[in-house]
């Protein structure tokens, strides 16, 4: 059986966002932001249309789930050291004597270890596989999430 691949991709696919990290021993980066892009490769056999997947399809819901986080802050829920508290106006975050408050509307609550570019990469993957998942002929789904030039991680899962 043969294998293709399409790629959409990065030069299109950006957002915007604040965020910070947080490391084993306590520590917290600063506050501080990315101009990410993304890119969301499927390799498969081709459908009874020829195709791997369609490429306009899969453009217009990756476009909608980086639309989601554009000029947001990103705030890892799923992190052992942070306390989340959210309510309709605000969203406070405490990370030992660091405490910050966000705007409710601003924030973008992702159920994530940490904002890495590793786990966004795969916490992306995760929603476009609920959607394009379990079509016979798609095998992988690579997304990469760039943070700046040069500076990318991927992510890939079997389908």
């Not at 030069?11 to 021993?25: C, K, M, P």
């Not at 904002?115 to 929603?127: I, S, Y």
């Amino acid at each position: 059986m043969s294998t293709f691949e399409i790629d959409v991709g990065k030069s299109e696919l950006s957002f915007a966002a604040g965020h910070f990290i947080t490391y084993g021993g306590g520590r917290c980066e600063r506050l501080h932001g990315h101009n990410y892009r993304v890119g969301v490769r499927i390799r498969g056999a081709l459908n009874e249309d020829g195709l791997v997947y369609d490429f306009v399809a899969l453009k217009q819901r990756v476009t909608a789930l980086v639309a989601d986080l554009d000029h947001k802050m990103l705030v890892q829920t799923a992190n052992r050291t942070l306390v989340v508290e959210c309510d309709e106006q605000r969203v406070r975050v405490v990370h030992g004597e660091h405490t910050y408050v966000f705007p409710r509307r601003d924030v973008v609550l992702l159920p994530i270890e940490n904002t890495t570019a590793e786990l966004l990469a795969e916490h992306l993957a995760g929603l476009l596989v609920e959607e394009i998942g379990g079509r016979p002929n798609l095998e992988t789904i690579e997304v990469e999430v760039e943070e700046s030039p040069g500076q990318s991680a991927t992510f890939r899962q079997s389908l």
